[in-house]
């Protein structure tokens, strides 16, 4: 318990310094010291950082020196506790309640552990400032809307308790910038309230119970200013009667579905502190929650105008070609809304869709095209829709034909390569095992190098694979040559050029060491399938269980698996 305790402390915490009473918490102590933070006794004199305590506290004062209180409430009632700590100074803490955790709290009673802050000055009224239901519903929203935040964004939050809400925000997620539209200037006279924010500027808005007089004048404001691969966190009470929100969910999603890509919708049942995601045809509740991303198909329009948020680059210095985007895709925009993970659109069909449209539209030659029929390629292999399989094979083999040739752009070759590992899926889908084959080799090439070393990842996926379906065969020299040949690539990968593929030491691409050590993991498996090889000719079986095939491409198998549970779920009508 105290292992996991002190983990959740830290996640709140951080590295730094922690007062306790050793005599109650001496193995927490421990556990807090050995993931890097500083334990002080209770008897040392207050310096700042936080306290570790169990309630009820005799003197409120003799803790104000501390930034942040850990509070062990126990049975105690929580309408005491609140008013006591807030008439002191302090507040709830800007990440006390996580997703997904309004459930722990209640009107009588706190979770076994809360977080305080000290304000040290007067703190403004509103939710972190406030005990019971209606406050925790709201910290709940805002919580929330922090999964929709991604790495480098700019936020505007336009709605009740802005403040607080930018303070939840930005404790619980990675944006850049925050803006409150009440501190936006306004034109005298003007029906519009962003008029201070320029055309595609805000990245994500947070717009709970906005103060509009026209909620439909509010969300084509909202539309101006997202950027075209921005999303929207929208929410009103259900029940209006009035022109400053929508009447019915109906409402609220046909005009929506004007401006922008609707996503996702959420339930949230006040009473009992329930706030979760739902079709978007399902019931009412207490609240109209909805997220939607901003439409990017015209994005090539304003190609100029392109910048990735979350790998900001300093003027005038150059951009790794990994992350060069506004260079590699006639529509840039598209990247966040239909490539990149955990970002794009979350409907499984609407992304689809999506690819659809720019298969449709994007040049034969296009890394546009090449990742929008990536997208599609692995919905089809994903939803095992053999009669599909044919049709995408024959697009990527038009691709590959479109881009045939020296020079080629890294990111269309990034695709050529992410495309013949694609195509071989596929042809194992429909069991038209030498094209598999043939596919595999071809993606176990060279290419790789012309754009970078962590693409290998799918090169020796591909040498694997191709050593797997020898081995069906029987074929145990063909499948060595496969499994060297991943070996051979990590080799070549380990010796790479990585200071300018990760863009330098100073602020290297977070995910690129990540995927780098994916490479030479997918390499000990070809390690592993050269080792006991021998093992083959005695029993199969006993070398295949040595060589754990699952760690090959884990999230995919995870959700995979997570489908098919599903499918079977709802076959037992569960």
Request: charged residues 20%.
């Amino acid at each position: 318990m105290s292992i996991q305790y002190a983990q959740d402390i830290a996640k709140r915490l951080g590295p730094g310094r922690i007062t306790l009473d050793r005599t109650i918490y001496e193995p927490l102590a421990q556990e807090l010291a050995l993931i890097g933070m500083e334990v002080r006794d209770l008897g040392d004199r207050p310096d700042g950082g936080a306290l570790l305590a169990d309630w009820p506290i005799a003197d409120l004062r003799s803790i104000a020196a501390f930034d942040t209180l850990v509070l062990r409430a126990g049975e105690h009632e929580r309408a005491t506790i609140d008013s006591a700590l807030f008439a002191a100074g302090w507040r709830r803490h800007a990440a006390g309640m996580l997703i997904g955790q309004s459930g722990e709290w209640n009107d009588w009673r706190l979770p076994q552990t809360s977080y305080y802050q000290c304000t040290k000055a007067s703190a403004s009224a509103g939710p972190l400032r406030s005990s019971g239901a209606p406050a925790d519903n709201v910290i709940a929203r805002y919580a929330l809307a922090t999964q929709f935040v991604r790495p480098g964004d700019h936020v505007l939050v336009d709605g009740v308790d802005a403040g607080h809400g930018i303070e939840i925000l930005a404790a619980l997620s990675r944006g850049n910038r925050f803006t409150a539209s009440a501190d936006l200037p306004v034109e005298v006279d003007s029906p519009f309230r962003l008029d201070g924010l320029a055309d595609n500027s805000i990245d994500l808005i947070v717009a709970l119970q906005p103060p509009a007089e026209n909620w439909q004048i509010a969300l084509a404001e909202y539309a101006r200013v997202l950027r075209l691969d921005g999303r929207i966190m929208v929410g009103w009470p259900a029940g209006a009667t009035d022109e400053t929100a929508p009447s019915s969910w109906e409402e609220l999603t046909d005009f929506a579905g004007q401006l922008f890509v609707p996503e996702q919708r959420f339930a949230q049942v006040e009473g009992i502190r329930a706030l979760y995601p739902i079709d978007l045809a399902g019931p009412n509740s207490d609240w109209l929650l909805l997220t939607a991303s901003a439409e990017p198909l015209d994005g090539a329009t304003y190609r100029d105008a392109y910048t990735h948020p979350g790998f900001p680059v300093e003027t005038g210095a150059a951009v790794p070609v990994l992350v060069d985007f506004g260079a590699a895709y006639d529509n840039p925009w598209l990247y966040r809304t239909m490539v990149q993970m955990g970002e794009r659109l979350a409907d499984p069909i609407k992304l689809a869709t999506l690819a659809e449209h720019v298969i449709a539209q994007a040049r034969s030659d296009s890394a546009d095209r090449g990742a929008a029929l990536s997208v599609l390629g692995y919905r089809v292999l994903e939803l095992r829709m053999r009669d599909s399989a044919p049709a995408v094979l024959n697009l990527i083999d038009d691709y590959f034909s479109a881009t045939q040739g020296g020079n080629r752009p890294p990111h269309v070759v990034r695709w050529r390569v992410s495309l013949a590992f694609l195509a071989g899926r596929l042809c194992e889908l429909i069991e038209d095992r030498a094209q598999a084959l043939a596919w595999y080799d071809k993606a176990a090439g060279d290419e790789w190098s012309a754009f970078s070393p962590i693409l290998a990842t799918k090169t020796i996926a591909a040498c694997f694979f191709a050593g797997r379906l020898c081995l069906a065969q029987r074929d145990v020299e063909a499948a060595t040559a496969r499994f060297q040949r991943g070996v051979e690539v990590a080799g070549q990968v380990a010796a790479a050029d990585h200071a300018t593929a990760m863009g330098g030491t100073e602020r290297p691409l977070p995910f690129y060491f990540k995927e780098l050590a994916e490479v030479i993991d997918m390499a000990s498996q070809c390690a592993n399938a050269l080792f006991h090889m021998p093992l083959f000719a005695r029993d199969p079986g006993l070398y295949w269980r040595q060589v754990d095939v699952k760690r090959f491409g884990l999230a995919s198998w995870a959700l995979d698996l997570e489908r098919e549970n599903d499918r079977l779920r709802r076959q037992l009508g569960r």
